[in-house]
């Protein structure tokens, strides 16, 4: 299914999602997706095309991020991949259908694991949730459900928005 999504891209051009556009980034290109304005909450979550747990999950984690995109969740999908593999990275998320930020993590292993999550292993898949400000609020290490995305997302989705900082005269 993989090679038939890679050698269709041509013929395919105008049809469905357009490609996905994946970045090799370090650290800090990443924060800042994760912190980008315009979001009440960010799911990131740390995968590779070789890892079946991650692959498994990617229809619902897919499903509930665009059932919840027009409320304001943004997913960023960040692979460990080797940069060698960024069109085998970019073919999976296009066949999924995906259409947010997706990185390929480049640079220190430990910095980038304890950047999004101090208690993660660094084993994947991991999901971390952060508030539209970049605070982070929760993670799940392995495969993560729907059922367990929804309650704190939702409480994301739901809170006001923060006040505006009031400019001094």
Same mark, same amino acid.
């Given at each position: 299914? =993989?090679?038939?999504?890679?050698?269709?891209?041509?013929?395919?051009?105008?049809?469905?999602?357009?490609?996905?556009?994946?970045?090799?980034?370090?650290? #800090?290109? $990443?924060?800042?997706? $994760?912190?980008?304005?315009?979001? %009440?909450?960010?799911?990131?979550? *740390?995968?590779?095309?070789?890892?079946? #747990?991650? &692959?498994?999950?990617?229809?619902?984690? @897919?499903? !509930?991020? %665009?059932? &919840?995109?027009?409320?304001?969740?943004? =997913? *960023?999908?960040?692979?460990?991949?080797?940069?060698?593999?960024?069109?085998?990275?970019?073919?999976?998320?296009?066949?999924?259908?995906?259409?947010?930020?997706?990185? $390929? %993590?480049?640079?220190?292993?430990?910095? !980038?694991?304890?950047?999004?999550?101090?208690?993660?292993?660094?084993? $994947?898949?991991?999901?971390?949730?952060?508030?539209?400000?970049?605070?982070?609020?929760?993670?799940?290490?392995?495969?993560?459900?729907?059922? +367990? =995305?929804?309650?704190?997302?939702? +409480?994301? @989705?739901?809170?006001?928005?923060?006040?505006?900082?009031?400019?001094?005269?």
């Amino acid at each position: 299914m =993989l090679l038939s999504a890679l050698l269709a891209w041509p013929a395919a051009a105008g049809e469905g999602p357009a490609p996905v556009a994946v970045t090799v980034a370090e650290l #800090p290109a $990443i924060q800042a997706a $994760i912190k980008a304005p315009g979001a %009440k909450a960010v799911l990131v979550n *740390v995968w590779a095309t070789w890892c079946e #747990p991650c &692959r498994a999950e990617l229809p619902a984690l @897919l499903r !509930f991020y %665009k059932d &919840r995109k027009p409320r304001g969740l943004r =997913l *960023v999908m960040v692979s460990v991949d080797g940069e060698t593999e960024r069109a085998t990275v970019e073919a999976v998320l296009h066949e999924a259908g995906f259409d947010g930020p997706a990185f $390929i %993590k480049r640079g220190n292993d430990d910095e !980038f694991v304890n950047a999004i999550e101090p208690r993660w292993s660094g084993a $994947i898949p991991v999901t971390v949730l952060y508030d539209g400000a970049g605070g982070r609020k929760q993670f799940w290490s392995g495969p993560v459900t729907e059922a +367990a =995305l929804e309650k704190p997302v939702a +409480a994301l @989705l739901s809170a006001p928005p923060p006040p505006k900082p009031r400019r001094r005269p």
